[in-house]
Structure formats: C-alpha cells, structure tokens
C-alpha cells in the first residue's frame, strides 16, 4: 500500500499530523512507532507462521511492549498483522465534511482519503494475503465496519441509501488507487480518489467498446 511521508517537524516540538487534524506531539509521535513496531512484528511472525501459529505474547517480545500496551493498539493480532482496526472518522474531518458544500462524491473522497488507514508496507501485505488466505475474512470484515463508520458521517449530508452508494463508489476506487499509486500525503490520495471515480463514472456511461 502507499507510503506515507514523515511528518515534518514543527518549532514548537511537536509533529505535523494528517491533514485535517492537529498537529502530533511528540506523545504522539512516539504512539505511532509503538503501533508501526507492532505491527512489522505481527506482520512477520503471522506470514512466516500462520495466524494459529502465533501468539500476542510472542509479538510483543519482537516488538519489546507489554501485551497490555499491545491491545491498547490493536484488538486482535490479526489486526495487528494487516496493521488495521476499527475505523473512527476524526472528529475535526468529520466536522469539515459535515460543513463542507462541494459535491457529495468529491467530499467523500477527501473523508475517506483522511479518515481510512494505508499500510505503508503494501508488498508485504499483499505476500501475507498470498500466503496466508485465512486472513482475508477479517479484510472483509475491516471493510465493512471502515463502511458503516463513513456511511454515518455522509448520511448527515443525504439520505441513508444516496450515503452507502457514494461510500461504496468511493471505497472502491480506494482499492483501486492502492494498486496503481503510492501515494504519500491525504491531499494526494484524495485527488487520485476523485480520478479513479471520475473514471468508473466515465466507463460506466460510455458506450459500446471494443478492443482493438
């Protein structure tokens, strides 16, 4: 999946965050490397093991936290391997969709572009799904609970069922830019979210076509 770019440093000690949210303190900048050692350690032990194979406590040696500081980060270690969890949109980017006027889509790609995670280790995600099939249920799984989190903050907007289609249209180019691009800040991924969609929609209203 894309990499994400460092975040610059601030003259106030602290650390650019996402866009659309404040910047990260040190605190915090020190949560994201206990959450990214975690995860390389789950990442590792559960494609060179299997899922059954493995236990927290055996994680938490590699990634040298307590298992208690383990499930402060992730709920499970299957989550802790694909480096995902349940998806909570930010409360300052849900703000901004709710106040924002643009088309509903557009602003769907720049919730979803700030709100949904990406591995910054695509390769050695896409070899754990190779290897270890078991583990795309609980992708699914993710998938759907990332989709019902969006849809509640789009349907402040329009109704329930204009809300799950402009969420799926956009979820589905996410999964679709993911493959074609590494993409290293939200406002890129928001722009390459707007022109996968625009290219579906074009695709889905075009005529006839033949190959060559």
Not at 90 to 113: M, Q, S, Y
Request: aromatic share 4%; with cysteine; proline share 5%.
């Amino acid at each position: 999946m894309p990499t994400t770019a460092a975040p610059a440093s601030t003259d106030t000690g602290s650390v650019a965050g996402p866009a659309g949210t404040e910047p990260c303190t040190l605190r915090e900048r020190k949560k994201q490397q206990t959450r990214q050692a975690i995860h390389d350690a789950a990442l590792t032990r559960i494609t060179d093991h299997g899922l059954d194979g493995v236990t927290v406590e055996q994680i938490c040696a590699d990634a040298d936290v307590s298992p208690r500081t383990f499930f402060n980060y992730f709920s499970s270690k299957a989550h802790a391997a694909i480096g995902l969890d349940t998806v909570e949109v930010p409360p300052a980017v849900r703000d901004r969709f709710t106040a924002a006027d643009g088309r509903l889509v557009d602003d769907v790609c720049d919730l979803v572009a700030n709100t949904v995670p990406l591995s910054a280790d695509r390769a050695r995600a896409k070899e754990l799904l190779v290897r270890r099939p078991e583990m795309t249920s609980m992708v699914m799984r993710w998938m759907a609970e990332s989709r019902q989190a969006l849809i509640a903050v789009v349907s402040t907007r329009t109704d329930e069922d204009t809300a799950r289609t402009a969420v799926a249209l956009v979820m589905s180019a996410l999964s679709e830019a993911a493959h074609r691009f590494s993409v290293p800040t939200q406002a890129d991924l928001a722009a390459r979210l707007r022109s996968v969609v625009a290219e579906m929609v074009a695709l889905a209203t075009a005529g006839p076509q033949r190959s060559a």
